[in-house]
């Protein structure tokens, strides 16, 4: 099993920034990629990003490209969302999860169903 417990949420302006933080434990070893995905009231879960843990590539929202980067630091087995240029729209509860599938190709990663293990959320909100 893995645990992730995220971080980093708040309250911020539009054009403002924040610093999303998920950390892993338990059996980390087996984790493969991590991502970030988003549920704004009303609206289906919603993929952000998401990083190989053994090579850092990572892949982008088009919503989010440009303004958001993900990042990890293999030594605290934590994964960051770094957002900027918030807008309004990017109101949500976001969510950490860590799979530990073998699959190539980023598209496979953009899919929630592809990922075993998720955090408990946290709220992002953005005022106009």
């Known amino acids: 099993q893995v645990q992730l417990v995220e971080s980093g949420g708040g309250l911020v302006q539009t054009g403002g920034s924040l610093r999303l933080s998920c950390e892993a434990s338990?059996?980390?070893?087996?984790?493969?990629?991590m991502g970030w995905f988003r549920r704004a009231p009303g609206k289906e879960r919603e993929f952000v990003s998401t990083?190989?843990?053994?090579?850092?590539?990572?892949y982008y929202a088009d919503s989010v490209r440009g303004r958001f980067a993900i990042s990890r630091d293999s030594a605290k087995n934590t994964v960051y969302l770094q957002m900027n240029s918030l807008k309004p729209e990017d109101t949500a509860v976001y969510y950490c999860a860590a799979t530990g599938a073998g699959a190539s190709g980023a598209y496979y990663y953009t899919l929630p169903y592809n990922y075993n293990y998720w955090g408990q959320g946290t709220q992002v909100t953005v005022s106009s």
């Open positions: 338990g059996r980390t070893f087996s984790m493969t990629n």
């Open positions: 990083i190989k843990w053994s090579t850092g590539s990572t």
